[in-house]
């Protein structure tokens, strides 16, 4: 009798492990292009042009930019990320949480190489669209290393000028990569988002006398062109160099028509407050909050609080100078411009 339930128990031991191996073997992942085409197979690798699978015997790369989801059996919780991120990028944002907190739950130590590559291309955009750019760098840096054509269509996000330990520590990641990076697709790349870091953490004064500015004051393209523009204006600025400051407003005036009307008015009032005559001042700042109220929210909650202060330089009735931080505070939460304003605001006891 015992001899029958080992061998029993043995049957039974042996089918679960035919049953198992017959699921796997059934298993199969699945790509779907942006074109709607799909590709049922297995994904062997990541190589740098995409994702390697095998199909009937054959390969086949799938790059990264003509992927729209990818699911696996083995791997369910992708499945579901994939559905919630693409919710997400309707303009879900409950779902592209809920896809991020999927995401990061694949990146276990076993997880293939091909799915670690897959979650850190998805959790980029995530972060780079969050403002997260810290994790968003740390993911391009990831890819980078894994399949370098992988990030060269990736646009890194700009850092905060508000977050100085964090962009110092990315200056440093950065520059250390670039030590080795040589002729790499996305030296480039990590070149101009150390600019950036530079122009945020380095001291103006050596940024001008250095020449940072020179090659993006050059591009043909005029994004670029008038973002450094408006760079060389604030670090003018803050280095109390006014003439020449205004002598810089106006070459861009000239050379640049189509350049951003918001940013023009803010410096405007910039210089018309270091010029003393605050009333003109304030109405350029407060074009900003009337004309471009959420073009940027950070340069508008700082041209409010601006409009507050020239107005009090003025002497106008101070009513009027808190209504004009109330609506900083009230309208931009969370800005630097708002957390002035509230200070002023307790100043005159409206708080």
């Not at 000028?161 to 990315?170: F, I, K």
């Given at each position: 009798?015992?001899?029958?339930?080992i061998n029993l128990t043995r049957t039974a031991m042996l089918a679960s492990a035919v049953l198992a191996l017959a699921l796997a073997a059934s298993a199969e992942d699945r790509v779907r292009t942006a074109e709607g085409i799909?590709?049922?197979?297995?994904?062997?690798?990541?190589?740098?042009?995409?994702?390697?699978?095998?199909?009937?015997?054959?390969?086949?790369?799938?790059?990264?930019?003509?992927?729209?989801?990818?699911?696996?059996?083995?791997?369910?919780?992708?499945?579901?990320?994939?559905?919630?991120?693409?919710?997400?990028?309707?303009?879900?944002?409950?779902?592209?949480?809920?896809?991020?907190?999927?995401?990061?739950?694949?990146?276990?130590?076993?997880?293939?190489?091909?799915?670690?590559?897959?979650?850190?291309?998805?959790?980029?955009?995530?972060?780079?669209?969050?403002?997260?750019?810290?994790?968003?760098?740390?993911?391009?840096?990831?890819?980078?290393?894994?399949?370098?054509?992988?990030?060269?269509?990736?646009?890194?996000?700009?850092?905060?000028?508000?977050?100085?330990?964090?962009?110092?520590?990315?200056?440093?990641?950065?520059?250390?990569?670039?030590?080795?990076?040589?002729?790499?697709?996305?030296?480039?790349?990590?070149?101009?988002?150390?600019?950036?870091?530079?122009?945020?953490?380095?001291?103006?004064?050596?940024?001008?006398?250095?020449?940072?500015?020179?090659?993006?004051?050059?591009?043909?393209?005029?994004?670029?062109?008038?973002?450094?523009?408006?760079?060389?204006?604030?670090?003018?600025?803050?280095?109390?160099?006014?003439?020449?400051?205004?002598?810089?407003?106006?070459?861009?005036?000239?050379?640049?028509?189509?350049?951003?009307?918001?940013?023009?008015?803010?410096?405007?009032?910039?210089?018309?407050?270091?010029?003393?005559?605050?009333?003109?001042?304030?109405?350029?700042?407060?074009?900003?909050?009337?004309?471009?109220?959420?073009?940027?929210?950070?340069?508008?909650?700082?041209?409010?609080?601006?409009?507050?202060?020239?107005?009090?330089?003025?002497?106008?009735?101070?009513?009027?100078?808190?209504?004009?931080?109330?609506?900083?505070?009230?309208?931009?939460?969370?800005?630097?411009?708002?957390?002035?304003?509230?200070?002023?605001?307790?100043?005159?006891?409206?708080?």
């Open positions: 009798m015992r001899h029958w339930q799909g590709q049922r197979g297995e994904i062997e690798d990541v190589t740098e042009d995409g994702l390697r699978m095998k199909i009937n015997g054959r390969r086949l790369v799938v790059p990264f930019t003509d992927i729209q989801s990818i699911w696996s059996d083995a791997y369910p919780q992708l499945k579901e990320a994939e559905e919630l991120y693409e919710k997400g990028v309707g303009g879900d944002a409950d779902a592209m949480k809920k896809a991020a907190k999927l995401y990061d739950g694949l990146l276990t130590k076993g997880a293939p190489a091909w799915l670690r590559t897959v979650v850190q291309w998805r959790m980029y955009s995530v972060y780079a669209t969050s403002g997260l750019v810290q994790k968003a760098l740390d993911a391009y840096l990831s890819m980078a290393k894994q399949s370098p054509k992988l990030v060269t269509d990736l646009a890194l996000p700009a850092p905060a000028a508000d977050q100085h330990e964090v962009n110092r520590r990315m200056l440093a990641q950065v520059e250390k990569v670039l030590e080795t990076a040589g002729n790499a697709p996305y030296a480039d790349a990590l070149r101009n988002f150390r600019v950036s870091l530079m122009l945020l953490e380095g001291d103006p004064k050596d940024i001008l006398a250095g020449g940072i500015l020179d090659k993006p004051l050059a591009s043909t393209d005029a994004g670029v062109r008038q973002s450094a523009m408006f760079k060389k204006m604030d670090l003018l600025t803050a280095l109390g160099r006014d003439q020449e400051a205004s002598a810089w407003f106006e070459k861009i005036k000239t050379s640049e028509p189509e350049a951003d009307p918001a940013e023009m008015a803010y410096w405007k009032g910039r210089i018309l407050e270091k010029q003393g005559q605050p009333i003109d001042a304030a109405l350029a700042f407060m074009r900003l909050p009337v004309l471009y109220p959420r073009l940027n929210v950070q340069r508008t909650a700082d041209a409010l609080w601006r409009a507050g202060k020239a107005l009090e330089a003025a002497e106008a009735p101070k009513n009027e100078a808190q209504a004009v931080y109330q609506e900083a505070v009230s309208d931009y939460a969370g800005t630097t411009g708002a957390e002035r304003a509230r200070r002023e605001l307790a100043r005159l006891g409206a708080e």
